[in-house]
């Protein structure tokens, strides 16, 4: 079974922090994807990566940078963290070989306050 | 631009009441429409590909089809497990990512 695992669950933090959040995936999959989700609005993609030290924005990059140093591991990082980046982070990952479906980790839940 | 559009926005059914959630997309090349569920305070999980028009996948009480311009997920005498969001997403032709509707909220009750 596919496995995509996050760093926290649950995360508080102050304005200002700067904030690192990690995913690693243990399926040697190319792609992987970092997207908040947020009532109302729906799942946003802010970054993704097709390959290590290879990055690409999506939809929200503002605020947020991404690091890929290796294939298995994907970390979203909010250099100065504010109120509206309160949110749920989802990171998912991309078999290879043509198929297109994602696999989700379980989410970090992180509070700014 | 590409769009994907779920209703109802929420449903609620008693346990035992069969029905069927709606995604609609307008999007040239499709390549696959995927069905999740998700839990709340969850990530989503990944039910079904329908890759073609006339393409049907099962799963327990869960059927998703697909048409040239929607998507519908039937559920057959669901239980209250079968409680959650459904989410659908799109592949589009020549990209890397998915395009996710806002998903349908069901709710069903004993």
């Known amino acids: 079974d596919v496995k995509v695992t996050q760093s926290s669950r649950y995360l508080v933090k102050r304005t200002g922090e700067k904030v690192f959040l990690e995913c690693v995936q243990d399926m040697d999959h190319e792609n992987m994807f970092w997207y908040r989700q947020d009532p109302g609005l729906g799942l946003r993609l802010i970054y993704f990566s097709y390959d290590v030290k290879m990055k690409e924005k999506g939809d929200i990059p503002e605020g947020y940078s991404v690091s890929r140093e290796k294939k298995e591991r994907f970390s979203l990082i909010l250099e100065s963290a504010s109120t509206n980046q309160t949110s749920m982070y989802l990171c998912?990952?991309?078999?290879?070989?043509?198929?297109?479906?994602?696999?989700f980790g379980p989410g970090t839940r992180l509070t700014v306050t | 631009e590409d769009q994907v559009t779920q209703s109802p926005e929420a449903l609620r059914l008693q346990e035992g009441e069969s029905s069927s959630l709606n995604c609609s997309y307008t999007?040239?090349?499709?390549?696959?429409l995927f069905w999740y569920r998700q839990d709340p305070g969850k990530g989503p999980e990944f039910l079904f590909t329908l890759y073609s028009a006339g393409e049907e996948k099962e799963k327990e009480r869960l059927k998703a089809t697909l048409t040239k311009k929607e998507s519908f997920l039937h559920i057959t005498a669901p239980k209250p497990e079968d409680s959650a969001t459904y989410l659908c997403a799109v592949y589009k032709a020549g990209y890397s990512t998915l395009t996710f509707g806002k998903g349908t909220m069901l709710l069903v009750s004993p």
């Open positions: 998912a990952s991309t078999p290879t070989g043509g198929k297109y479906e994602q696999y």
């Open positions: 999007v040239s090349g499709l390549r696959g």
